[in-house]
């Protein structure tokens, strides 16, 4: 941040309030404007709506103040992490958690069965693993924790590591936000995130962003990204960016409270006769919660009357899902693992429906 930055020094829950508003003069409006437009009149910076929308950037904005850096608004989180992958050079080499966001497994599957890239699967809290598959890579891809194992990589270290070897380091940081994590401060070069999930909030949107430091390097990577966005028309609707840039304004007070249910949730979980296994990282509010296979995972997932089974997570509303449900999803990830993603709504509610759903398991 610069040092004439208006709100510097502030936390973060007052910069997600904060942060992207019409400048204050008498009569202004307090919130930005929905430009509705695919052109704009001639000579002026921006001539076509592909380029730039003005509503994208109080969100950028906003995203950009939380992260440490500059953010990229794109039409979903799965583009976001395209326009990653674009800066992998043809036939180059990616290092990448084994278990992830499946979209993005099948993203990195399908241009590696074209010969674009080779994809090395790394387990991402073994350090030394990671390490020993940097050596000739051209990125690495980490999540802040694993969609949806849960498994936490050693960001300042793992990003050390690739920045001596010349690697470009990515991560996803959906599942822990910048509340929890700023993954620039640990030296990663390009954050990823589904702001579809806790960014927005309310289940109601689909849209991505990437974050790059405000660095010369930083500041390169995001022209890089821009042109990608542009050229591959990976851009937001208007609506949907305004939609998120509300969302944003409640983080922190959704996330306080999700967090603080999720730790309930998977202590009283861990205590269920019918748990096997609880994976919890000790922050955020996905907790994954293990039974006896699908046919037991399917009955609990039938039996909840507040959460919903559907797939997705970081809504105000709690969902769990049977992630094995999905072809798509690593054959690694046991048949019997639900995914929950704690809402906000009262913590017995969720714990009462959760343990009558587990009884039938
Ligand atoms: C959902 C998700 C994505 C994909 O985002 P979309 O907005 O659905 O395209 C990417 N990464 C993670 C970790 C996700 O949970």
Redesign the pocket.
């Known amino acids: 941040m610069s040092s004439h930055d208006p709100h510097a020094g502030l936390h973060p829950a007052t910069r997600a309030v904060a942060v992207g508003r019409p400048d204050r003069r008498p009569g202004a409006p307090v919130n930005p404007p929905v430009a509705f437009t695919s052109t704009y009149v001639a000579d002026g910076p921006v001539d076509y709506a592909r380029v730039a929308n003005p509503t994208w950037e109080p969100l950028e904005e906003a995203i950009g103040a939380l992260e440490g850096g500059h953010a990229l608004a794109f039409g979903?989180?799965?583009?976001?992490?395209a326009a990653v992958l674009a800066l992998v050079p043809h036939g180059g080499a990616v290092v990448a958690p084994r278990h992830?966001?499946s979209?993005?497994l099948a993203n990195l599957a399908e241009r590696e069965a074209d010969g674009a890239l080779e994809v090395r699967p790394v387990d991402i809290a073994e350090a030394d693993q990671v390490e020993s598959a940097l050596p000739g890579a051209d990125l690495l891809l980490l999540?802040t924790a694993t969609?949806p194992m849960l498994e936490v990589p050693d960001l300042p270290r793992l990003a050390a590591a690739a920045r001596a070897a010349g690697v470009l380091t990515a991560c996803?940081n959906?599942?822990a936000t910048p509340l929890l994590c700023q993954p620039l401060s640990d030296g990663v070069d390009v954050v990823?995130?589904?702001?579809?999930?806790y960014l927005a909030g309310h289940s109601d949107l689909?849209?991505?962003a990437t974050v790059t430091a405000d660095t010369e390097a930083g500041r390169a990577l995001r022209a890089r990204l821009h042109r990608h966005r542009t050229l591959a028309g990976a851009i937001p609707g208007p609506m949907e960016a305004w939609l998120a840039l509300r969302g944003l304004r409640t983080l922190d007070v959704r996330l306080e409270r999700a967090c603080r249910t999720a730790a309930l949730v998977a202590e009283r979980a861990a205590g269920h006769p019918a748990v096997t296994r609880v994976r919890y990282p000790g922050w955020g509010a996905v907790v994954a919660v293990e039974v006896d296979g699908a046919e037991a995972a399917e009955r609990v997932a039938a039996a909840t009357r507040v959460w919903t089974h559907s797939t997705?997570?970081?809504g105000v509303e709690s969902q769990l899902e049977r992630r094995r449900r999905h072809a798509a999803e690593a054959a690694t990830v046991p048949e019997g693992l639900l995914r929950l993603s704690v809402g906000i709504e009262h913590a017995e509610d969720l714990w009462a429906d959760l343990a009558q759903a587990l009884d039938r398991a």
């Open positions: 979903s989180g799965l583009a976001a992490v992830a966001y979209g993005t999540e969609n996803d959906t599942f990823v995130h589904s702001v579809t999930k689909v849209l991505g997705s997570l970081g």
